[in-house]
């Protein structure tokens, strides 16, 4: 079902974007941990969001920062723009690169031509994206781990953070689940990279009118962000078992949709 | 031994039928020519059979088994129409990569091809981007062949050679099909099909029109024979056997003929020729040779 020198052609082909992000996302969770020992960046913060509108303020104090205490701004950094486009983008590239990036590239007739079934060439891509995105979110959380050493803020401890590596883990999972159902379609890894994008960015900023708007709240369980909460992970109740499910369900019935429209479909 | 066997195949592509019950069958050790003019359906019918392509109706069997198992595919070579390779690796890592998808048939006849297509080291540690076209197509010919496949797959294979590459490639070619390998040639060109193969199988919008031999088809043929002799053309050419039609003009003629030729140089051998032109014939000719068979 998985052939191995299949995966070893997806780690030469794609290893160096990925090695980038994971080396990206490291350093960013990293310098966060810097920025909250170095500066008094709790109470600049406040001091700027008190000049915000009520419902604002609430918003990021709460729900972004979870308070501005060293360990708020820390889990902030899980939830920031770029900690979410790194992983992200991770996860477009490689669903649009699989399908529907080879046909563009036009090397999907002679690759599929190669000795294996079109189930393994599949699954091959499929479990290697899940070991890329995995070893992407260990690479965020040892940027923290590290950060936290070096820089002495012993905030959290090794099950929190590995169960925010792994709610991580499920986000990029799902991204990659819906980008894959998309490219299994698709012709041009472009296009579907950037189906995958506009529904991410439309996630990300429902998910904040949601909670900035009291009267669009309803749309809230509708945004795959809604279901990743670092805040709630390493200040709150912990890992909820409804969210990580909720992502686990979204990866997995991309990937369905996507194997079951992979199998019919002609190629290029 | 049954190489490949291809019965009444269909396939639709929205509106468009791009193969109506396409069925023919090629022996190991034979090379059976797939001609046809672009949008014939030669590259759906080269997609079916490397398992990439879905037919709606009928069936292809390689070396006995469904078309689109991995267990053919081990054995088989492919090139597509349209050669698209990793442009960012050398030309040497894509050979290695292509070899590596199939661990059980390592890549023994590689050196030889090498040498037959003049690929050396200098062409090998070049990114395959900065090839030229015709060194990309014979980069393609290794990958399909370097396994020492038992079913070839060449859709239009000499696109972009030069004249010199395309005899070795006719060289390699023949030399695997007397060790008893199939090769199914897809081209729209004639005279490459004329001189690589043994069989022609002609499609055309989708329908196979025949399945024969390259001699049968040389029969069939009308070609285009010009003249202009000096002094007063020979009697009775137009009605000479196998000419089909004539067009007579005071010192020149022009003479369409069907199969032997040898009664116009015999006729013609009594004058003094200034200009003999015995056109190579083109696929459009095949056409109208079978047209003019079913009117007749």
């Keep these: 079902m998985i052939a191995a020198a299949l995966f070893r052609h997806l780690v030469r082909r794609q290893g160096a974007f990925l090695g980038v992000s994971a080396l990206l996302l490291t350093l960013f969770q990293f310098l966060i941990c810097a920025a909250v020992s170095s500066t008094n960046a709790g109470d600049a913060l406040e001091t700027l969001v008190r000049s915000l509108p009520p419902a604002v303020q609430n918003l990021i104090a709460t729900q972004f920062f979870g308070g501005f205490s060293e360990r708020g701004l820390v889990a902030f950094g899980w939830n920031h723009p770029v900690a979410h486009a790194l992983g992200t983008a991770a996860a477009i590239v490689l669903a649009s690169r699989a399908v529907a990036g080879e046909i563009e590239s036009g090397a999907v007739e002679l690759l599929l031509s190669q000795p294996f079934s079109r189930a393994t060439y599949f699954f091959t891509h499929v479990l290697f994206a899940l070991v890329a995105l995995g070893l992407l979110a260990l690479a965020g959380i040892a940027g923290t781990s590290l950060g936290q050493v070096v820089f002495h803020l012993p905030l959290f401890g090794g099950g929190p953070l590995l169960r925010l590596g792994l709610a991580y883990f499920l986000l990029l999972c799902a991204w990659f689940g819906l980008t894959l159902a998309f490219s299994s379609v698709g012709q041009e890894g472009g296009r579907v990279a950037g189906i995958g994008f506009l529904l991410a960015l439309g996630s990300f900023f429902a998910q904040g009118i949601g909670l900035l708007w009291s009267d669009a709240s309803f749309i809230l369980p509708w945004t795959v962000h809604h279901y990743f909460s670092p805040q709630t992970l390493l200040l709150g109740e912990g890992a909820s078992l409804r969210s990580c499910f909720t992502l686990l369900a979204v990866a997995v019935v991309g990937m369905t949709i996507a194997a079951w429209r992979f199998w019919r479909r002609d190629l290029p | ?296």
């Design chain 2, 1 to 296: 031994m049954l190489a490949l066997e291809v019965v009444g195949l269909h396939k639709r592509f929205g509106s468009v039928q791009a193969l109506r019950g396409v069925s023919f069958a090629l022996e190991s050790g034979e090379i059976l020519g797939y001609l046809g003019p672009n949008g014939a359906g030669k590259t759906t019918t080269l997609r079916i059979l490397a398992g990439l392509v879905r037919a709606d109706a009928g069936t292809a069997r390689l070396l006995g088994e469904p078309a689109g198992q991995a267990r053919v595919r081990e054995r088989l070579g492919y090139l597509p129409g349209e050669l698209r390779l990793y442009g960012g690796l050398t030309a040497q890592a894509l050979l290695e990569r292509f070899a590596s998808f199939r661990p059980s048939r390592p890549p023994v006849l590689r050196p030889r091809l090498l040498e037959a297509f003049a690929l050396g080291a200098g062409d090998l540690a070049r990114r395959v981007k900065f090839l030229s076209h015709g060194t990309k197509q014979k980069l393609g010919l290794v990958i399909a062949l370097q396994h020492d496949p038992d079913l070839l797959l060449l859709d239009e294979p000499t696109n972009g050679l030069d004249p010199l590459m395309q005899r070795a490639f006719r060289e390699v070619v023949q030399e695997r099909v007397s060790l008893g390998r199939a090769v199914l040639l897809s081209s729209h060109v004639l005279s490459e099909v004329e001189s690589s193969c043994h069989r022609v199988a002609v499609l055309r919008a989708g329908e196979m029109l025949a399945v024969e031999t390259v001699a049968t088809l040389r029969e069939r043929l009308v070609r285009r024979v010009q003249l202009r002799v000096r002094g007063a053309l020979p009697a009775g050419l137009a009605g000479l056997p196998g000419v089909t039609q004539a067009e007579i003009s005071g010192r020149e003629a022009v003479l369409w003929v069907q199969g032997d030729v040898n009664p116009i140089l015999r006729a013609v051998a009594q004058a003094e020729v200034e200009r003999f032109v015995f056109a190579e014939p083109q696929l459009e000719d095949v056409f109208v040779s079978f047209y003019a068979g079913t009117r007749s």
